[in-house]
């Protein structure tokens, strides 16, 4: 089913690249929520040249704006790229301080994995956290929806994780006075790289990621379910180099849910709505996710962290660590984050890899917002 070069390679990282390529549906790539009036954007890549990133909107009101940043994969380098993302801010800000969650999906999804449209009262996480007195950035990695799509081979985990620190440094600039990154599988993967490399954002959320990812038959089916896109009949016609990879029709279910818990319908609209994820990018974060705590990213993670996994995420639960025992996953993760004051780790039942489209999700987001409060 695959023809690229790299497949041999990820081949061997089978049990552990799977759970990278799972991630988050961007607002912008597909119809936006009714609640929200601002057309998707589908920006051209920037020039190469640097381009000076835009003002952050103006937030006062609240609702929810489209906006292009320029961005470039790596420090030095021009701003040649574009994101393309949805700011989305409450009517009034929760104790007078303006603060803002920057969201980062996973592989194959797009930033709506954050503001599902349908049923948006109990799947979307932009709604319940403008509710509650925060803003949401949620955005579409490069490659996977709107905004630039560069060569796969382009991307990787310190590109991406760069691409997110910039965008920090822009919600900074914005007068935000705090900002909490919130990854979910590969989008975690980037996060957790951003923390430890950069240091720039205020508490870090990972979700969709413990250490090592656990062995199991499910994860087989996961890795399984992955092929270039350009074999796929939603992509047909489109101009995508192979190494742009997508799910093989009807997998998402056993993939990414809990099927005796989870809503069809929302997995049928997670198999139309599917996106797209750089090869490189997931075999280079599935080996830094195995990588032992003293050698791992995660040590170096020096501000607050909540990990949040689904107790039968098949994916990173199995053989090596039973999710469904919450204080297994904080004893598990506890060793990979020795620098950061307070470590969090939550398992949420009923619930598989793609956490904040369950019917759980009010649950997952619920034990977010109250530790983001605290924290």
Same mark, same amino acid.
């Given at each position: ?9 990820? $081949?061997?990282?089978? #049990? ?6 799972? $991630? ?22 920037? %020039? ?20 292009? !940043?320029?961005? $470039? ?23 007078? !301080?303006?603060? !803002? ?86 989008? %975690? ?7 430890? !490399? ?12 413990? /250490?090592? #990812? ?13 092929? #270039? ?12 180099? #192979? ?17 005796? $818990? ?28 195995? =990588? =032992? ?18 107790? /039968? ?33 939550? =398992? ?28």
């Amino acid at each position: 089913m695959r023809h690229h070069p790299m497949h041999s390679t990820i $081949a061997g990282l089978a #049990p552990f690249v799977i759970a990278l390529s799972l $991630a988050a549906a961007p607002r912008t790539a597909h119809a936006a929520p009714a609640s929200h009036a601002v057309p998707a954007s589908h920006a051209a890549p920037a %020039s190469p040249r640097a381009i000076a990133a835009p003002a952050v909107p103006a937030t006062a009101t609240g609702g929810c704006t489209n906006v292009t !940043v320029p961005v $470039a994969l790596g420090p030095g380098r021009p701003d040649d790229h574009v994101i393309s993302g949805t700011l989305c801010t409450p009517e009034s800000y929760a104790g007078g !301080v303006k603060r !803002v969650d920057l969201l980062a999906h996973g592989g194959t999804y797009d930033r709506t994995y954050w503001d599902w449209p349908q049923d948006p009262g109990r799947y979307s996480f932009v709604d319940k956290t403008t509710a509650e007195g925060r803003a949401t950035f949620a955005y579409d990695r490069l490659g996977a929806g709107g905004g630039s799509r560069p060569l796969s081979t382009a991307l990787s985990v310190p590109a991406d994780a760069h691409v997110m620190h910039r965008l920090v440094q822009w919600l900074r600039g914005g007068d935000f006075d705090e900002v909490t990154v919130i990854g979910h599988s590969l989008g %975690s993967a980037v996060a957790i790289t951003e923390a430890a !490399v950069y240091d720039d954002a205020d508490r870090l959320v990972v979700t969709g990621v413990v /250490h090592p #990812p656990g062995l199991s038959a499910g994860a087989a089916l996961v890795f399984g379910s992955f092929y #270039p896109a350009v074999l796929d009949p939603k992509f047909a016609g489109r101009l995508l180099d #192979p190494g742009y990879f997508t799910t093989v029709p009807g997998t998402r279910g056993i993939a990414f849910y809990h099927l005796p $818990a989870a809503d069809p319908a929302v997995i049928a609209a997670d198999e139309k709505r599917k996106a797209l994820m750089s090869e490189t990018e997931l075999a280079e974060a599935a080996v830094r996710i195995v =990588a =032992a705590a003293a050698l791992n990213e995660t040590a170096r993670v020096r501000k607050p962290v909540m990990v949040v996994v689904g107790a /039968h995420d098949q994916v990173f639960c199995g053989l090596l660590l039973d999710c469904t025992r919450e204080g297994a996953v904080q004893a598990n993760e506890a060793p990979y984050y020795p620098q950061a004051p307070s470590l969090t780790a939550r =398992a949420i039942p009923g619930t598989g890899h793609s956490v904040a489209l369950h019917p759980s999700a009010g649950a997952s987001f619920q034990l977010i917002d109250q530790w983001i409060k605290s924290h």
